[in-house]
């Protein structure tokens, strides 16, 4: 076994620095981040927040979300958020929370899903293209995850999902917009199963949420994943991811508010009546109101102009990628993300080419994965395309 790197340790001086001398530190130390601006982050679904959430955040840092009674207002800016989500997402009657992320969302979702059921040894289906965090949600929730292949066009397979439907299953959960290429699940068909055998239905859209509600004006197929699916009871929807709001800002949307009734709790230590129904106790209030403000601001006409950028400079990536030889995307891309592929050289050495050349992708088992977010430009892609070209001619 390799011997561990010690990590490095501080104490905390006795006499306070100067803050000029902590900001130098800092700048110094964090110039190893890399930044948003640079255009090489290609593998993150976060962005640059919009500079208007960022005002907005700033000027709010104080409020706790986790004590309604001292911020009412900021609670019911919170509710007017989950309701502005719902209209998106074809429910405005909506109930739900501004969490801390994707993570929160599905965890809070398999545990009203296990809660409702009542069942010993619950199992939940997942295809196995879900985002770790449902490992997570079944690890801390004691509900065994049972995942399902994907069928040729990467989607969970509606049929094998039918065949693990078993008496103990409490949920059942769709992708809308998979980790690694994009891909939407066959929400309908997972909507019609769920509603023969009883169950409660889930659907991650936590990156699709904010992309595909705008497909149908912006002439792409309109693809059903969302509340107009009766079955659906719970999404997840994260505003730092295409929402462009700052982190954490993660968001879990209900059918109607009697499904989070039953991961709800009585905080009996603070002021007035107070019930929780996230994971989280005292939680960000700026996060909630600088996504309100944000919706407010860009409205969905905002929304869907970031989409369709995003949408136009992936489709010129795609071309660029077909164009270079040895390479292919995975598959078509629904959205903004892209699975590539090499036939003569293996990704994990074009991985570390790129590396070197300071980009940021992310490797998957049989292919690199790359998210053109608002903050990647024409040039930045033009420039990856070089780059990946140069690496291609110079490893084959
Ligand atoms: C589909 C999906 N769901 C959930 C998550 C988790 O989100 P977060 O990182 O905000 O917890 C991710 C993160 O990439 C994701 O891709």
Not at 250 to 260: E, T, V, Y
Request: charged share 20%; proline share 5%.
């Amino acid at each position: 076994m390799a011997p561990e790197t010690p990590q490095k340790t501080r104490k905390m001086p006795e006499k306070g620095l100067p803050k000029n001398a902590v900001i130098k530190e800092l700048e110094t130390k964090l110039q190893k981040d890399f930044s948003y601006d640079s255009g090489k982050i290609l593998c993150s679904m976060c962005t640059n927040p919009h500079s208007f959430a960022k005002q907005i955040y700033r000027k709010y840092l104080e409020k706790n979300l986790g004590d309604p009674s001292l911020f009412p207002a900021s609670a019911e800016l919170e509710q007017e958020t989950v309701t502005m989500l719902g209209s998106l997402l074809s429910n405005p009657h909506a109930s739900g929370s501004i969490v801390s992320g994707g993570t929160e969302a599905n965890i809070i979702a398999l545990w009203t899903a296990r809660n409702l059921a009542k069942k010993k040894l619950g199992e939940v289906i997942v295809p196995v293209s879900a985002h770790h965090s449902f490992d997570k949600a079944s690890d801390l929730l004691n509900l065994k995850l049972i995942k399902v292949k994907l069928n040729n066009r990467f989607q969970m397979d509606v049929k094998a999902t039918k065949k693990a439907i078993t008496s103990k299953t409490v949920a059942i959960v769709g992708v809308a917009g998979s980790t690694g290429l994009g891909v939407v699940d066959p929400i309908g068909e997972l909507s019609d199963l769920a509603s023969t055998n009883n169950l409660y239905l889930h659907v991650d859209a936590a990156f699709g949420g904010f992309v595909l509600p705008f497909f149908k004006e912006l002439g792409y197929k309109a693809l059903d994943f969302d509340f107009s699916l009766p079955s659906v009871c719970s999404i997840t929807v994260d505003p730092h991811k295409m929402g462009s709001s700052p982190i954490p800002a993660g968001g879990i949307l209900f059918r109607d508010k009697s499904m989070s009734e039953s991961i709800s709790m009585k905080v009996s230590y603070l002021s007035g009546e107070t019930k929780e129904s996230t994971l989280l106790g005292t939680r960000s209030g700026a996060s909630a109101v600088a996504v309100w403000a944000l919706m407010m601001h860009l409205g969905t006409a905002g929304y869907s102009a970031t989409v369709k950028s995003c949408l136009d400079l992936t489709r010129k990536l795609v071309k660029g990628i077909k164009l270079i030889d040895g390479l292919d995307v995975v598959t078509e891309p629904i959205m903004n993300i892209v699975g590539i592929k090499s036939d003569t050289t293996d990704v994990h050495l074009i991985s570390n080419e790129l590396k070197k050349h300071g980009w940021a992708v992310s490797l998957f088992p049989e292919y690199l994965r790359v998210i053109v977010m608002p903050h990647t430009k024409t040039s930045h892609i033009k420039h990856f395309l070089d780059n990946l070209q140069t690496i291609l001619e110079n490893l084959t």
